[in-house]
């Protein structure tokens, strides 16, 4: 069949694509650990679902506003205003399915052929090839581990041409869980106001923060960020609700407005019971959202230590999210890649094989010497996952 050349040029998400394998394994009888999808393994808290079956009951399923129900961005506004100060008005707030669809939909509606949008590396797998639906050029930047992975203000104008429109910044990271300080962002926002870039800040992760860090993005610096910012955030990881779909921008109204007529044309509202469960997490008690970050917080210690008890592995602690990015450059030379495979790749592939285990392999997300893991997983299978991979390295031999 003859495709558009606009999806012939776009991979499948591979962090989607390695849970199928990985489920398909599963049904098969295979005992695997799966440390594949970034999916919080908690349910969903009661009180949301319950939300989600009352607005069953109470006929809460017609169409509502397309950007939103006026309830829901009004939760949104609260949220955004309580916890870091930061105004909205309703006119710059839409509702998507999911986060996905906002960023797909902000995107569509910012960029266009000639624009280029940089990317740090290492970076979640749906950026690039969402720029590129857009006809723009994703610009992947590489960061260094020494930095904790983190974009430098010095990387940042170095990358620079007269077609940069937008810089997309993650924090805490998909997939390294890196957390970027003030202080960072302040250097980073100085180059963004001097050259007028717009910022695409995905926040997805801010309630997930270990350590008492203190949550801060670009547009909380000054009041000139705020107007060149485009916050992307939802329920999917702080309420345990990827299913639900659910998720938001908020930003200068013009964007928002455009992205909301582009939706309009394309899916219309989110589904309404799930807005209506979306406001009562957002809404609700917390304390569902304090218990799972917890439990995070102790998975990122215990998985930190089995990773850097493996002999070679290095790896920054990460500060947030519930990914692991740990890098096994040290046995790449012991292994023998397939042809077209990277080596990242060749080494996920041999600890499916070999130790039933499912990560993702770097070059995925822009850096091949590291695999990701997601820890969103139960303890226990974290305990196995690493025994697993540490006697399958242990094979490959010096
Ligand atoms: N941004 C990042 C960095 C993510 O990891 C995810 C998870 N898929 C999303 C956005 C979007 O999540 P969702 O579409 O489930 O809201
Ligand atoms: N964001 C999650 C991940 O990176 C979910 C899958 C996806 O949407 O890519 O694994």
Redesign the pocket.
């Given at each position: 069949m003859e495709l558009a050349r606009r999806i012939r040029q776009i991979p499948p998400?591979?962090?989607?694509a390695l849970?199928a394998k990985a489920n398909q394994l599963k049904a098969q009888g295979v005992d695997i650990v799966n440390f594949?999808?970034?999916?919080p393994d908690f349910e969903t808290p009661d009180n949301i679902r319950e939300a989600g079956i009352k607005a069953i009951r109470e006929g809460h399923t017609r169409y509502t506003p397309v950007g939103g129900t006026p309830e829901l961005k009004e939760a949104i506004i609260r949220r955004f205003q309580e916890d870091y100060g930061l105004a909205y008005k309703p006119g710059e707030i839409l509702v998507s399915c999911?986060g996905?669809h906002g960023l797909y939909n902000l995107f569509q509606v910012l960029f266009e052929a000639g624009d280029e949008v940089i990317i740090p590396a290492p970076f979640?797998?749906?950026y690039p090839p969402m720029v590129m639906l857009a006809d723009a050029t994703p610009v992947v930047v590489p960061t260094r581990q020494e930095n904790g992975f983190k974009l430098t203000a010095l990387e940042l104008r170095q990358s620079l041409t007269p077609k940069t429109k937008a810089l997309v910044l993650n924090s805490p990271s998909?997939?390294t869980g890196m957390v970027y300080t003030r202080k960072e962002l302040e250097a980073l926002g100085e180059v963004v106001l001097e050259k007028g870039l717009y910022v695409v800040s995905d926040d997805?992760y801010d309630k997930i923060l270990f350590d008492g860090e203190k949550f801060v993005n670009i547009a909380m610096l000054s009041p000139e960020l705020k107007a060149r910012t485009f916050i992307l955030n939802g329920v999917?990881?702080t309420y345990a609700m990827?299913g639900w779909r659910i998720g938001y921008l908020a930003g200068p109204q013009e964007g928002i407005a455009a992205a909301t007529n582009l939706q309009s044309q394309s899916t219309s509202n989110p589904t309404s019971i799930s807005q209506k469960a979306a406001a009562e997490a957002l809404s609700g008690p917390q304390e569902a959202v304090a218990a799972m970050v917890k439990e995070f917080a102790w998975r990122r210690d215990d998985i930190l230590r089995r990773s850097l008890e493996i002999p070679g592995v290095t790896c920054p602690k990460p500060g947030g999210a519930f990914?692991l990015f740990p890098n096994f450059s040290a046995y790449y030379d012991r292994l023998k890649p397939g042809a077209g495979q990277s080596p990242s790749q060749a080494l996920a592939d041999y600890l499916l094989t070999e130790a039933r285990l499912a990560a993702?392999p770097g070059n995925e997300f822009g850096e091949d010497n590291c695999l990701?893991f997601?820890y969103a997983t139960s303890r226990e299978r974290i305990a196995t996952g690493l025994t697993r991979i540490k006697e399958a390295l242990e094979k490959l031999g010096k």
């Open positions: 998400s591979a962090t989607l849970n594949g999808v970034g999916e999911g996905k979640w797998v749906s998909n997939p997805i999917s990881k990827t990914y993702v990701r997601s």
